[in-house]
């Protein structure tokens, strides 16, 4: 039974991560990923990982996956075109010099994939002889004992005696991680006014004649993308 | 089944990720790829924690998640960056800081 499921989920994986590399539109990659990603949570079952394979599916196929579909769904046909066809640009993307100077594209990138997937299969080969070729008895065994409980292995209650007691400083500092990123994806995807037209922005204070200059503009001057800004009330 | 066959399967899993980010030019789709490359490291340490009935590798694969989302976050508030500056989405256009 474990045979069958575990031959199931990896080739339902292998197959997924193959999608994901081999779509053309990256809205099904995402979709490949998310099967990908619900495969290897019943690969972390069988290893009775079952907390991580949870934390799998709800946090991974769950949250960011949701995350990936909206921003291809936000950058939509630009996103897509490039990839398709480098002789075919859309209206929105204009043609840089660079493309007209490298006339012979399809070579190019015909060569890229051939080196890519030689470089993966060099991978490949070597992952497996460090990996299965380490001379390591354990690995053709089937793990360690196991005894089921509402304590045992892999269980919550295991994973949360573990982040709490010996590794609760590395659960410190991944929330932490996730507060700056979560900050940082804000900055970063905020729309800046009139950064486009003048660089600096510093000459813009005072932007209508008969506007008064508050205290706040001071300390936030135009053109930093501000949230205020981002919705207009500049 | 024993351990070799998880560790074959991360194996696959993380070549075939190390394959799509040297191939696709989209970033959205490398990131994914990045994403393959991460989960192939999870089953990996999975296995091995299986091994050893030690959780360590366990909490290990938990920790790489959570820097996968970070990066996730990150990387699409960049896409989001280049697509408002009308920049074409695609690695090998966006080479500004290559001098």
Known sequence: MSTLLFFLAAVGAISGAIGVVALRDPFFCVLALVAHLLS???????????F???????????????????????????????EAGRHSPSARI?????????????????NLR?????????????????????GLKAIEGHGAAYTPGPRAYGTPAYIGNLLLTRFLLAFEIASFLLLIAAVGGVVLARRREGLEEEAGGAGRLASAPGERLAALDLTRPAGTGTMAEGVGRR | MSIAWYLAASAIIFSLGAVGVIIRRNPLVILL??????????????AFARMWGNGDGQILALIVMTVAACEVCIGLGMIVAIYRRRLPIDVDELRELQG
């Open chain 1, 40 to 50: 290897l949570a019943v690969l972390f079952l069988l290893l009775r990982a079952e």
């Open chain 1, 52 to 82: 991580v394979a949870a934390a799998q599916v709800v946090v991974y196929a769950g949250a960011v996956m949701v995350l990936y579909v909206f921003v291809v769904a936000y950058v939509g046909e630009g996103g897509r075109s490039t």
């Open chain 1, 94 to 110: 204009p043609v840089s010099a660079s493309d007209r100077l490298r006339g012979a594209g399809a070579p190019l990138a015909a």
């Open chain 1, 114 to 134: 051939l080196g890519g997937a030689l470089l993966g299969g060099a991978l490949l080969v070597e992952l497996m002889i460090a990996l299965l070729g380490s």
């Open chain 2, 33 to 46: 790829c990045l994403e393959l490359m991460l989960n192939g490291a999870n089953l990996a340490l999975i």
